[in-house]
């Protein structure tokens, strides 16, 4: 028996709003990332420090998966180039100097795409 869902869609898709959402938390992802190893290696915590680990802690994994999952290895590698491995967008430029910044920022609004549905679908957004 076939699976019918009132979108009419498999996977839902990431609207206006959620793409905003993920460029905040990408813009966010390296300081956030900092401060989740920062407090994993803590031994005691207050109360605040557990709530933001345990608040994103998650968060920061979901979205190094989401990046991790894109298709398209090209936009994938420069998505993980920019916020996983967290050079900025100079060093991606000289990097992917075949593009020009236009068609970089392109490749990364794709990305930011596929990142956006990849969360709304784990419920993050």
């Not at 869902?5 to 990408?26: C, H, S, Y």
């Not at 407090?39 to 920061?60: H, M, Q």
């Not at 420069?78 to 100097?97: E, G, T």
């Amino acid at each position: 028996m076939a699976m019918v869902w009132e979108q009419g869609e498999l996977f839902p898709r990431a609207n206006k709003g959620d793409i905003q959402v993920t460029k905040m938390l990408l813009r966010k992802q390296p300081d956030m990332v900092k401060i989740v190893q920062a407090l994993s290696e803590r031994t005691e915590l207050t109360a605040d420090e557990a709530a933001c680990l345990k608040k994103w802690g998650p968060v920061v994994q979901n979205v190094e998966l989401a990046i991790n999952s894109i298709i398209d290895r090209e936009i994938r590698e420069i998505m993980q180039y920019r916020f996983i491995l967290r050079h900025p967008r100079k060093a991606a430029v000289i990097k992917w100097s075949s593009f020009t910044g236009r068609s970089l920022d392109r490749k990364i609004d794709e990305g930011t795409e596929a990142v956006a549905g990849t969360l709304k679908l784990l419920g993050i957004i």
